[in-house]
């Protein structure tokens, strides 16, 4: 079970859930880098962007993470596929079944409602750059199409993790989606 992004830097289920005592969750939201919807709702709703809020809403995802769908709800045939023809159900999951809906950034930790919480600064490779700051209860909608790169630098306020560790700052490249990119503060 490894991650289908292409990064260098691919996690095992086993590395992704923390063993915690009852009520707290198994999965390490921040070592996430990507969440599938799947089903009717996430596949079929008016707008990708309702599909990506639902999403967000639901899994409360941290750190950088690739929010895609299923998008006609093919992943229980693909895995029965795989006990056959593995590289056949790999080519159709990644080029006919998955949509790409965009890059979350979401910070993690304790504030005030309207108290700093970050600050960004996002340079695509196609739409331009974007700078700015968000306050703790903001969200915020940023271009990046689907086959768009952008160099994100955000900058947590102290205490505050985007995915470097506490008001450590991030850099790095994430790819667009049907949606764009999205700071979660």
């Not at 409602?113 to 209860?137: A, N, P, R, V, W």
């Amino acid at each position: 079970a490894r991650r289908l992004t292409g990064s260098a830097q691919q996690r095992d289920v086993g590395q992704i859930f923390d063993q915690q005592s009852s009520g707290q969750t198994l999965v390490k939201m921040m070592k996430l880098d990507m969440v599938i919807g799947s089903g009717g709702v996430l596949s079929h709703a008016p707008e990708r962007a309702q599909s990506a809020l639902m999403m967000m809403d639901a899994y409360q995802p941290e750190g950088v993470t690739m929010l895609t769908v299923d998008s006609i709800f093919m992943m229980p045939h693909l895995g029965v596929l795989a006990q056959v023809h593995p590289q056949a159900a790999l080519e159709v999951f990644e080029r006919d079944c998955l949509i790409d809906l965009g890059v979350c950034i979401a910070a993690t930790g304790e504030g005030k409602l309207g108290h700093d919480c970050l600050k960004y600064s996002i340079k695509t490779s196609g739409s331009g750059e974007h700078q700015g700051e968000l306050k703790y209860g903001d969200l915020k909608l940023l271009p990046l199409a689907a086959g768009e790169t952008a160099k994100v630098e955000i900058t947590p306020a102290r205490g505050v993790d985007v995915g470097a560790g506490p008001g450590k700052l991030l850099s790095r490249e994430v790819r667009g989606g049907l949606v764009g990119l999205i700071l979660d503060a």
